[in-house]
C-alpha cells in the first residue's frame, strides 16, 4: 500500500487553499480503481477549510452536507492520478447521495472511492465518509476530462422563473460563512414553489483556488443553493422545529441557460429549535445534473418546485 501526503496532493490537484479537502490518501498500486482518504477540518484549519463548517448546535460547528461529495470528488480524480496544469475534470452530477451523520469539526473522517466505468473520457465513481466505523454519507458521481478551459458545449434554455418580489433576507449570521451562503435575495414564493437569486462575486475566496486561471463556480457551491432556498421558503412561511421538505428544482442563468436540475432533493429546516441554530441541510438528492458553467459577476436563479412538506 502506498499513503501519500497533503504536499504531493496539492501537486496532483489544479485546485488549491480551501479547495484541498483531504489530508492524504492510500492506494494499492496494482488496484488503481479504488483509493481511501483521510480528513480532519480543525477549528483552525491551516488552509482555512473551516470556511465550510457551520454551528449546526450551540456546541457544535459540522462540515455543510454537500462538502461530502466535494470530498469524495477529489479523491476520484486522484484515483486518475491527478491532472495536468491544462486538464481539467469537470463534474457534471451527482446520484443517490444520502447523509447519514454529521461530520463534526475536529474529527478524523475517513473514506473510500471507486472507479465504476471509464468510456471515452468520461468517468462514473462511488464513495463513502465514515466517522470511525459509522458511514455519514454516501452518494456516485459522473465526470469527465477535458483540456478546454472554456464553457463550449451546447447549452440548454428554459423559460426564466417567476419574479414577483424582491425580498432581501439575512439567513445565516453568525451561523455558516457568506462565503459559502448562496442567496442574495428571495424573488418568488408560492405554496409550492419558490425563486431566489445570487450573484458569484468576483472577488469570492474560492476564485483562487477553483481553478486557478479560470474560475468557476463550485458545483456543490450551487448544490447549496437549494438549501438556502427552502430556509428563506420555510421562514416566510412560518415555519417552525424541525422540517423536511422534498423539492425538484433549476438553476437558471439570466439569459435563460440551465445551469443545473435537481430532483428529489430532501431538505431539514431547523427554525428555533432549543439548544439548536436555526439552519438547513440537504440531507438526500437522486440526482443533480451540472449542464453549464457560472463564472464570477454572473447571476443564477434557484428555482425550488413542486415543495412538499415531509413527515
Known sequence: MITIGRKEIENLLIHRHENILIDSVTYDPNDTNTNS????????????????????????RVISCPVYMEVLALACILLEGGLKDDEMIIFTGIAQFKKLGDFPQNTQI???C???SHKQGFFKYKGCLFNGSTCIGEGAMMAFLTQKSEDSGPKKTVDLPPITMSQKMSLFE??????????????????NDCVTKYTYPINHPFVKGHFPGTPLMMGIMQWMGFEDAIFAFASMNGKTGKCCFLLDGDIIKE?????????????????????????????????????????????????????????
Open 114 to 116: 471507486k472507479k465504476l
Open 174 to 191: 453568525g451561523i455558516k460563512s457568506p462565503t459559502i451562503t448562496v442567496f442574495d435575495e428571495l424573488v418568488h414564493i408560492s405554496n
Open 110 to 112: 475517513t473514506g473510500n
Open 255 to 311: 439569459d435563460g441557460t440551465l445551469v443545473a436540475d435537481v430532483s428529489g432533493v430532501k431538505v431539514i429546516t431547523f427554525i428555533n429549535i432549543q439548544g439548536f441554530k436555526n439552519h438547513s441541510e440537504i440531507i438526500e438528492t437522486r440526482k443533480i445534473t451540472f449542464r453549464s458553467m457560472v463564472t464570477p459577476n454572473e447571476t443564477i436563479y434557484f428555482h425550488c418546485k413542486n415543495i412538499q412538506e415531509i413527515i
Open 37 to 60: 482518504l483521510n480528513l480532519t477540518i480543525s477549528s483552525q484549519d491551516s488552509l482555512g477549510r473551516d470556511v465550510f463548517s457551520k454551528q449546526r448546535e450551540i456546541n457544535k
